[in-house]
């Protein structure tokens, strides 16, 4: 009944919906915070596609993406696209996760495959399948930096950006411990700090890093090729950044 058995080909959307809307609670209705990037970003698509009638992908490459000139795709339309793509070198260690029987659960919800493979990176996966380089990022990001409007366009009004960087939940997460979250994004506390209180921001797989901070008007992405930490450490990388972002900041406000 979840999304397990399904191969990775465009017509997994429907599938994975459907599937999604029969399971069962797997909580028996309490409120667990679970970081799931794969079902996530069909539950939220589904909504798109039944309001607007766009796929995500589709929706975010026109709304967005194209308005601000962004390299960023969710679903990567050819194969000139997808040969673009740095290869990602793997750490020496493979990455831990935490010996749950939840985590094991969620991080297999979608099935097996090569996440890099044209087959995945090519189907509709709006949760999981974002492809782009660290510019692309800070674009993006900086819609939420602006409070919503960028290039003199109005993309979210100021009442979502602010929600969106409210804590909705403090609890801790089965494979990352305590996560302070607005919507979507993590938000600045001791065991997941940002640059400054005010941002918030989340990172990828292999050690990318999104932020955008509404009060300094500040944005960055990063998107490295080369993952050298394991789950239970912040990337030396990302700490770099976040610490010289700490100090400019104030002085943009």
Not at 55 to 75: L, N, P, T, Y
Not at 171 to 191: T, V
Not at 216 to 233: C, Q
Request: aromatic share 10%; glycine share 10%.
């Amino acid at each position: 009944r979840a999304a397990s058995s399904l191969s990775w080909t465009s017509a997994v959307l429907l599938q994975a919906t459907a599937r999604l809307a029969a399971e069962p609670h797997w909580f028996e209705g309490r409120k667990v915070l679970c970081y799931h990037n794969n079902t996530y970003g069909f539950l939220l698509g589904e909504i798109i596609r039944r309001v607007d009638g766009r796929m995500a992908s589709q929706f975010f490459r026109e709304e967005i993406a194209e308005k601000i000139g962004a390299d960023f795709q969710i679903v990567l339309r050819s194969k000139a696209d997808f040969h673009r793509l740095a290869e990602l070198k793997q750490p020496d260690t493979p990455p831990k996760f935490p010996d749950s029987k939840l985590v094991v659960r969620v991080l297999t919800s979608i099935g097996p495959g090569d996440t890099m493979s044209w087959e995945r990176l090519s189907a509709e996966s709006p949760g999981g399948g974002g492809c782009g380089n660290g510019r692309s990022i800070a674009q993006v990001c900086a819609i939420m930096a602006m409070d919503g409007e960028l290039n003199g366009k109005r993309f979210l009004s100021g009442k979502i950006v602010e929600e969106a960087a409210t804590e909705q939940v403090f609890a801790e997460e089965p494979a990352f411990g305590w996560l302070r979250m607005g919507l979507g994004f993590g938000l600045h506390s001791i065991l997941f700090p940002a640059p400054t209180p005010t941002a918030f921001h989340w990172g990828g797989y292999g050690g990318s890093w999104a932020m955008m901070d509404p009060k300094s008007r500040l944005s960055l992405g990063y998107a490295p090729n080369n993952w050298i930490v394991d789950l239970e450490s912040l990337d030396p990388r990302l700490q770099r950044f976040s610490d010289a972002l700490a100090k400019v900041a104030p002085g943009l406000n």
